[in-house]
């Protein structure tokens, strides 16, 4: 029980600590306001003293404006000591064990949720509300269908341009992906209704125990405070990353231009007459490698296309591949059908995004199903040779790029794409002989 007399001594002392003097009749006055009581005869007429769940500031202000004598500094001392000794002697500290979330907590946490949600119960409560909520930031759903080629090809320039760099591939999924679905987003989309919901059935049980307690509980300085816990909380539970948002059925255009290191993409092979024929191609050293590559030698490619071009600073030493990818036909066929008086030569397949993630391109890079082509980036002009069996590339045999890199072949030719498909990886096991894939600078 709460000794009234003792509360009123020992608040009369404190004041007068402070320069300020009060009866021992006006300390029971501020007692009573701040029990929520009209004035000490209230008091005195009660079979005990009432609980205090809180103290009453509005009833509390009044009493000490009374005494204060219009002095600001001397109102609120003797409200803050008064509270003071008031708080130490009500049962703010009484635990209420509630069923929503098996929570426990005490006056003082109703009316201080931000300070409650920092101790191991508001955190146990945080929890116990975040077990409820479903959320990834990376999900594909399977409605969404496959990317469309131009996505995949936009996406798969974010990958390589970050393997280049050596910056993060999961990080340029995410930009592409415009980083998922945000934990703040979801907590305005949907988790904070939930929380909601928890906070109303929270404030009813404590309407079952006390109506008036349960006024004095703000709602939304609840929610308010727990946003930031649940989205930190749902953010570090979430366990998908970017790649995430990717199935096995999202391609990109792989396109291997075969160029020697250091060469821009627009030193290409030339013709030395508007269109493009075997017999009048340049023979220089963009010309050489490519031949390399595919499996010959300049003189061989000068017998077989009957071209007489002078040579232009040949590298000397070149090895070309072991076995033509191509026969001297097709190879006849490709550039007379270039339909430009510019190209490359390149390797070209349709392949999962997540070949082009797990590539590393300072390895050898193998085609499951290629297809050999000339190549104009800037123009799109684009005619194939399709090859039979896997092959394997060496890095210094070209540069993998994609169809967001310059003109995609499929926007210009209008491709059947599923004939295209395939897929690329480095090579588990070295070639048994690398004079088949390597080709000198």
């Known amino acids: 029980m709460i000794n009234t007399t003792a509360i009123a001594r020992a608040l009369a002392a404190n004041l007068a600590a402070q320069d300020i003097r009060i009866k021992h009749v006006q300390a029971l006055d501020l007692i009573a306001a701040g029990a929520g009581l009209a004035n000490r005869h209230v008091m005195a007429k009660l079979p005990a003293f009432p609980k205090i769940y809180r103290v009453n500031t509005a009833l509390l202000s009044s009493a000490a404006t009374a005494l204060a004598l219009h002095n600001l500094d001397r109102r609120a001392a003797i409200i803050e000591e008064t509270t003071k000794l008031l708080q130490a002697n009500a049962i703010a500290t009484e635990i209420f064990e509630l069923d929503t979330h098996n929570l426990k907590l005490s006056i003082s946490d109703l009316d201080n949720p931000a300070s409650f949600l920092e101790t ?14 479903y ?5 594909r759903w399977q409605n969404d269908g496959p990317l469309s080629l131009k996505a995949g090809n936009k996406l798969a320039e974010l990958i390589l341009d970050a393997k280049r760099e050596g910056g ?10 415009h980083h998922g679905y945000s934990p703040n987003r979801f907590w305005y989309d949907s988790a904070q209704n939930d929380v909601e919901t928890i906070i109303d059935e929270l404030i009813s049980e404590i309407e079952d125990i006390d109506a008036d307690l349960a006024e004095g509980i703000d709602k939304w300085d609840w929610i308010n405070a727990i946003e ?11 366990k998908s990353t ?115 993630i797990g590539l590393d391109l300072t390895k050898p890079i193998t085609f499951s199903s290629p297809s050999v082509a000339t190549y104009n980036p800037f123009s799109g002009t684009f005619h194939e040779i399709r090859l039979k069996g896997p092959v394997t590339f060496s890095p210094n045999e070209g540069e993998m790029r994609c169809g967001s890199e310059g003109v995609s072949p499929d926007d210009i030719c209008g491709l059947h794409l599923p ?19 390597r080709v000198a600078a």
Not at 232 to 238: N, P, Q
Not at 305 to 316: F, G, Q, T, V
């Open 120 to 133: 191991h119960a508001g955190e146990a409560f945080i929890e116990s509300i975040c077990s409820d909520l």
């Open 242 to 356: 970017p790649d995430d948002m990717l199935g096995s059925y999202d391609r990109c255009e792989a396109i291997f231009l075969l160029k020697a290191d250091g060469y821009a993409i627009d030193e290409m092979v030339t013709s030395t007459k508007p269109w493009s024929d075997a017999d009048c191609l340049a023979i220089d050293r963009t010309l050489q490698h490519s031949l390399a590559s595919l499996g010959y030698t300049v003189e061989e490619f000068r017998r077989l296309a009957h071209n007489k071009e002078p040579s232009d600073n040949l590298a000397r030493g070149m090895k070309r591949r072991r076995d033509p990818l191509v026969t001297p036909d097709q190879l006849r066929e490709m550039i007379d059908n270039a339909c430009n008086q510019y190209f490359l030569f390149a390797v070209y397949g349709v392949v999962p995004i997540d070949d082009m």
């Open 168 to 177: 993060s591939v999961q990080a340029a999924i995410a930009e592409h992906f």
């Open 419 to 437: 004939a295209f498909h395939g897929n690329i990886a480095n090579p588990t096991m070295p070639d048994p002989d690398e004079r088949n894939i």
């Open 228 to 238: 930031q816990h649940v989205i930190d909380t749902v953010a570090e539970r979430d």
């Open 135 to 139: 959320y990834t930031r990376y999900e």
